[in-house]
């Protein structure tokens, strides 16, 4: 496992753990994930030397925040552990409360990360950011970091503070690289955090997926990458990442996150829905890409033109009732 080069309290593996989808109905991977293959992911990763687990409040409604806290039982002191508040009521009263209840579903006095799962569109984040300040002031929560905020969002968050907003987790991914606009420069200039969330385009990367073979959860039934049009689009970037794998004897997914975390401020927490794929993942974070190959696969994700947006609502409901695109 590689670490995160920047001054936190306890260290940040380069690939970490997504627990979205620990007790989510909307992954679909039912009560046996839930009771005993999520524990099992959790009690690898440990092994592994992942020490950086993101979830939020939101996921299966507080229960992957359960299961997340049960898995890691007695080394919950021992991470780096992260969850998210939804701004919802984003008073500092509110916040605090949300803060507790986090913590406590987790098992933990103390929370090493806490975002915000989401900019508020009708809230500025001062409100907020009084409430993060007080939890920071009891000693509950350590760094406070966003999600989904644009710079100069983040920036603001960060004034509002009064002191270091660490992290954006942001959608990040060979199909989706908005984040290198400013982002990313930023991030790095700062000695800030990009957290990669999606790092497989939810599997769309790990090739298995095809126009034929489709996954049929209710996650990705309403992502437009996974449209039959989308899945043929990406056959160029899904050759290019195989034939860099072949090369490393390792697989197109592992080769995706390798892509993502080469730059020194980006993390990536892929999710995960057995053992294998989490040690998959985990050693990924030891292939070291050559110049060439990183171009490669740059250029190929250049040549990747997903129908995204309004264009592809109409097709996403075709697919969704059945009749292809
Ligand atoms: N802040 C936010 O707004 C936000 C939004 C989304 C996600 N997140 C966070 O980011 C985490 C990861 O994102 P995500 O779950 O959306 O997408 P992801 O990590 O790109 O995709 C996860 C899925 O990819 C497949 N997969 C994982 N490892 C694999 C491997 N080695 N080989 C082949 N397939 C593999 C698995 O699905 P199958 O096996 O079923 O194909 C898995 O459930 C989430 O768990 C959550 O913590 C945050």
Redesign the pocket.
Known sequence: MRYLEIDTAKRISKIGL????FGSRE?GYGDAYAGSEAKAIVRRALDLGITLY??AEIYGFGRSERILGQALGDDRDSVFLAT?ILPVMPIAPVVVQRGVASAERLGVKHLDLYQV??PNPAVRDGTIMRGMRALQRTGLVGEVGV??YSLRRWIAAQDALGSRVLSN?VKFSLAWRKPEQDLLPYAFSHNRVIIA???????LL?G?YDQFNR?SNQVRAGNSMFLPENLERAAGLIAALREVADAHSA?P?QVALAWLIRSSCVVA?????SVA?VE??AAAADIDLADDEYQALTAASDRFRPVTGLAAAPRLARARYGRGR
């Open positions: 997504g627990t979205w989808q992954w993101d979830t998210k799962h989401q999600s989904n987790q969330y999606s790092p497989l385009a939810q599997g790990s298995k996954p697989t997914a927490i892929p999710g995960a829905s794929q998959s993942n």
